[in-house]
């Protein structure tokens, strides 16, 4: 237990913070055509790592892409050292999945260029990205929650209610990478598509968008009704405003013909959707003690400790 937790607290959100720059930053790769700016992996070209004049600037953007994964991944090793002086088990398994998860990312990056941009492979190379910022929430509120047990803060039934709005909220992001994949960002322009309906699968996805969103306002009535804590109310609300604006974001994408600088703010959005239905989820369970007096009643002591 040498290391102070405040230091694995920074580099737990600065976790968090390199994974959404790096979905915005993988965003902009496709939104400017540039996803096979280098066109081979793991060098630019045949015969370099780094990109030649000839591929202008979509080599840059698409190499500037791959420079950053140096980035999240000194970001993943500093928090995996960190984790490990602190000596807690949990946290560093934790920090050792989100470590893994940048070569994975590397990896799935070089069979997206080699498939010349499978639309279903950006897909899943966008969704790991968004569990990665998933579980750098968890280490965010784990480190914050302390060792020990931890019991449920809010009732089951609630608890519930929060893990259908995380499915859908997962469903919502998925089905989201179908209607990219069957619209006209494909990040290159000989890149495949999906051959699916763009309209059919954006109507399935908005869908699903109202149903989270019936989901989260229902929880966020419930939460205030029960004068729930406020680790609890409070990733609620956040989620409810980013729903709101990324409907706002989606549907003027939609109607405007998907112009690049709404799509890459939907990106964000989606991201930050990510880390709001995950913060919502593993705010319901707390240190035991937290728990017993946010069970007993104790709103004001439950909502002052877990204020951390
Ligand atoms: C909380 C609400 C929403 C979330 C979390 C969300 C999430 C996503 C995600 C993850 C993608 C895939 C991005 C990619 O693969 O690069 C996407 C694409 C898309 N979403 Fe949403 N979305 C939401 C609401 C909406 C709404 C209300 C609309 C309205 C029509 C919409 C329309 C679209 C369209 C048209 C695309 C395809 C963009 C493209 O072709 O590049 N979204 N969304």
Redesign the pocket.
Known sequence: MTARPRALLVLAWASLVANIGIVLT??IV??TGSGLGCPTWPRCTDESFVPHGELGVHGVIEFGNRLLTFVVAAVAILTFLAAWRHGRRELLLLALVIGLGVPAQAVIGGITVLTDLNPWI??LH??VS?AMVSAAVLLIRWVLDGPGPRAGVVHRGFRALAWAIFAA?WG??????????????AGDADAPRNGLD?RAW??F??DL??L??GLTIAAVILLHVLHAPARVRRPAYALLG???A??????????LG?PIAL?AL??L??????AAITWLVVAMRAPAEVATQAKSGSMATATNSSDR
């Open positions: 993988g965003g496709r939104l950006v897909a966008l969704l968004l909220g919502v992001l998925y089905i989201g990478t179908i209607v990219t994949g069957s619209g006209p960002h763009p954006s109507q996805h908005v968008v109202f989270m969103l980013v729903e709101l990324q409907g706002v974001v989606g549907f003027a994408q939609y109607y998907l799509v939907h990106l959005g989606a991201a930050l959707t990510a």
